[in-house]
C-alpha cells in the first residue's frame, strides 16, 4: 500500500476468521477496529494480540444489530481513529436445525445478526465513504449462501441476501469511489465448524475437492486484496474460497 493505511472495521473480528483477518490487515498497517460481541474474551483476545505485537489493532462493543448502537459505534471509531474506510462485515452465528424444528427466535437471530446487522453497518459508515471518495467494503458470506445447506435454511437465507445487498450497494456507490463485495468462504478450520457432529463434519470434509478445510489466513488474504486501493474495478463480485466444494 502506498498511501495512508485507512481505518478498517471488521465486524466479528473477534472470531476465528475475523482474527485472522485483523491481524492480516494490522500487519499491511491499517488501523484495525476489532468488533465483538462477548466483552470478557474481547479483552483477552486484545491482550493476546497485543503480546504478540500487534499495537494498530482496538476494539469496538458496538451491537450490530442495533441501528442507533451501530451509529454511535462509528462515531466513536471515527472521534478515536477516524472515519471507516474499509469494512469487512465478519460477524455471523449459527443456529442450525430442520426448517420444520427451527423456531421463529431461530430464524429471527440469524437473520438480524447475519444480515440485518450488514445493512447498519453499511448504512453506518456510508455518508464518510461517499465524503471522501473511497470506501472498500467486503462482505464474508458463505458457500452456504451459493448452494443452500441442510439444517441451515436461516443462514443460507442470511448470506444469500448479503450478496443481493453487495450487488445493490455496488451499483449505486461504483461512481464515488467504492467498491463492495462478497467473499464466500467454504468450511474452515474454526470452532464454528466444530460444532457440527464429527461425523457429518468428517463427511463434509470427505467431499470437499482438496481433502481439508480452509485456514482463517487463505481467506484472510483474499479480504487484504480486495480492500486494497488497487483493487478499485472489481465491484459488486462474489469470491469463493472453498477448495472447490462449490463451483457455482
Ligand atoms: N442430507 C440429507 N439428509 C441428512 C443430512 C444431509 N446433509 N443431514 C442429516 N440428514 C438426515 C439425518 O440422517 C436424519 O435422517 P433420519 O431421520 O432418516 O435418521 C434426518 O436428516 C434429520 O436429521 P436430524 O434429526 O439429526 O436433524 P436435526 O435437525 O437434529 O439436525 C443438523 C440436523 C443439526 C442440521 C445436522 O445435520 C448438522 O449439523 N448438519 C450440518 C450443518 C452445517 O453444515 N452447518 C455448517 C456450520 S459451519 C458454517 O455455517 C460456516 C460456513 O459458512 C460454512
New binding site residues.
Given amino acids: 500500500m502506498t498511501q495512508t493505511a485507512p481505518v478498517a472495521w471488521v465486524t466479528g473480528g473477534t472470531g476465528g476468521i475475523g482474527t485472522a483477518i485483523c491481524r492480516a490487515m494490522a500487519k499491511e498497517g491499517y488501523q484495525v477496529v476489532a468488533g465483538y460481541h462477548n466483552p470478557e474474551k474481547a479483552k483477552h483476545w486484545l491482550e493476546e494480540q497485543r503480546a504478540e505485537g500487534f499495537e494498530n489493532i482496538a476494539l469496538s462493543g458496538a451491537n450490530l444489530i442495533d441501528y442507533e448502537d451501530c451509529e454511535a459505534g462509528v462515531r466513536e471509531i471515527r472521534d478515536k481513529f477516524g472515519p471507516v474506510g474499509v469494512l469487512v462485515n465478519c460477524a455471523?452465528i449459527?443456529r442450525?436445525?430442520?426448517l420444520k424444528?427451527m423456531s421463529p427466535e431461530q430464524w429471527g437471530e440469524v437473520i438480524n445478526c447475519n444480515l440485518n446487522s450488514v445493512f447498519n453497518t453499511c448504512r453506518c459508515v456510508l455518508e464518510d465513504m461517499l465524503e471522501s471518495g473511497y470506501g472498500r467494503i467486503v462482505n464474508i458470506s458463505?458457500?452456504?449462501g451459493r448452494k443452500g445447506?441442510?439444517?441451515?435454511a436461516n443462514?443460507a437465507a442470511a448470506?444469500a441476501g448479503m450478496h443481493g445487498l453487495t450487488m445493490s450497494l455496488a451499483q449505486e456507490t461504483a461512481t464515488k469511489g467504492i467498491t463492495v463485495n462478497t467473499l464466500s468462504?467454504?468450511?474452515?478450520a474454526t470452532d464454528?465448524?466444530m460444532?457440527?457432529?464429527e461425523k457429518?463434519r468428517e463427511s463434509?470434509r470427505e467431499g470437499i475437492p482438496v481433502k481439508r478445510f480452509g485456514e482463517p489466513e487463505e481467506i484472510a488474504r483474499a479480504v487484504c486484496f480486495l480492500a486494497d486501493r488497487d483493487s478499485g474495478f472489481i465491484t459488486g463480485a462474489n469470491l469463493d474460497i472453498n477448495g472447490g466444494q462449490f463451483m457455482g
Avoid: C, R, V
Avoid at 149 to 152: E, K, L, W, Y
Avoid at 185 to 188: E, F, K, L, T, V
Fill in positions: 455471523g449459527t442450525d436445525t430442520t424444528k458463505s458457500i452456504n445447506q441442510f439444517g441451515q443462514y448470506k468462504p467454504g468450511y474452515i464454528m465448524i460444532k457440527i457432529p457429518i463434509i
